[in-house]
């Protein structure tokens, strides 16, 4: 592509990611006042308010991945996603961008998932997370049962395990909430991989930072990962969950091409032959 033509595109998608982001806001604004609480008024009972504002944000994600991709401000493919499909699942995720939760819930009409405390005081979006049954970061302590309470009730639950998007080029820092999840539900997971060429939309840009080539997100859903093969009956819980994190890490990490910075040695189950977790690899 020419000079010319290359400025051209850089502007045509800076322009593009602004008006993928005016419609999302607006669009947020007029669900949140008019339609949520429409659903609201005309649904009997909390349940199936939460199955409707849950699907509607599905369909939401739908339109905005499908108007970014149709005005060229982004490209993704998608692998694997028919594993979302089962209910009750622990979906745990890497975090590279500021939208990776489009492409997951896009693919997911009926999906809890973890909010940051201070978006249920936001005038417009706190009461739909409410409804949807959004669960606050709240203490450790409540944010684990609520996290409970919606496996048990059947519903799959969305959980990025860095907490906030990676840092682009460092190693992932995954905490251990997730790892504590799937041993108090005694659940598997689903690791999803997601990653973002040229890296667009991290931690550290704002959104008409446009990278000079449109960036493309793939999103691979894997096996999921069997909670039996990483843990002990009868070890202590920090220690399951230190060996369920360090493989999340080491799992992820390998798919995305960074550095593992937990032992490897921790994340495989003792009593089996030592192979290195990131071994599954594709």
């Not at 692998?79 to 622990?90: C, I, K, T, Y």
């Not at 907490?163 to 682009?168: A, C, I, L, N």
């Not at 550095?259 to 071994?279: L, Y």
């Amino acid at each position: 592509m020419s000079g010319w033509r290359q400025r051209l595109d850089h502007a045509a998608r800076i322009a593009s990611t602004g008006l993928c982001f005016a419609t999302f806001g607006l669009a947020c604004i007029g669900v949140s006042v008019v339609w949520f609480p429409l659903l609201r008024l005309t649904s009997p009972d909390e349940a199936t308010t939460r199955r409707r504002v849950r699907h509607c944000t599905h369909v939401f994600y739908r339109f905005i991945l499908g108007m970014a991709r149709r005005l060229g401000m982004l490209s993704f493919e998608l692998h694997g996603v028919e594993r979302l499909a089962a209910p009750g699942q622990l979906v745990v995720a890497n975090h590279p961008s500021l939208i990776d939760v489009l492409f997951i819930g896009a693919q997911m009409p009926q999906v809890g998932c973890i909010v940051k405390e201070s978006l249920q005081r936001n005038p417009f979006l706190g009461a739909p997370m409410r409804w949807a049954g959004y669960i606050p970061n709240s203490t450790p302590e409540h944010l684990v049962e609520n996290c409970l309470a919606t496996l048990r009730s059947g519903d799959s639950l969305l959980v990025f395990p860095e907490g906030t998007r990676s840092v682009p080029g460092q190693p992932l820092n995954l905490k251990r909430g997730p790892a504590h999840i799937a041993l108090a539900a005694g659940c598997d997971l689903l690791p999803v991989t997601i990653v973002c060429h040229p890296s667009s939309l991290t931690k550290a840009d704002v959104w008409y930072r446009v990278p000079a080539r449109r960036p493309h997100w793939c999103v691979s859903v894997g096996e999921p990962i069997r909670l039996a093969d990483l843990v002990v009956p009868g070890e202590p819980r920090s220690l399951s969950a230190r060996r369920v994190t360090a493989h999340l890490a080491a799992y992820f990490s390998a798919r995305v091409g960074l550095p593992v910075q937990s032992p490897v040695a921790a994340a495989t189950a003792p009593g089996k032959t030592s192979t290195p977790v990131d071994s599954a690899a594709a």
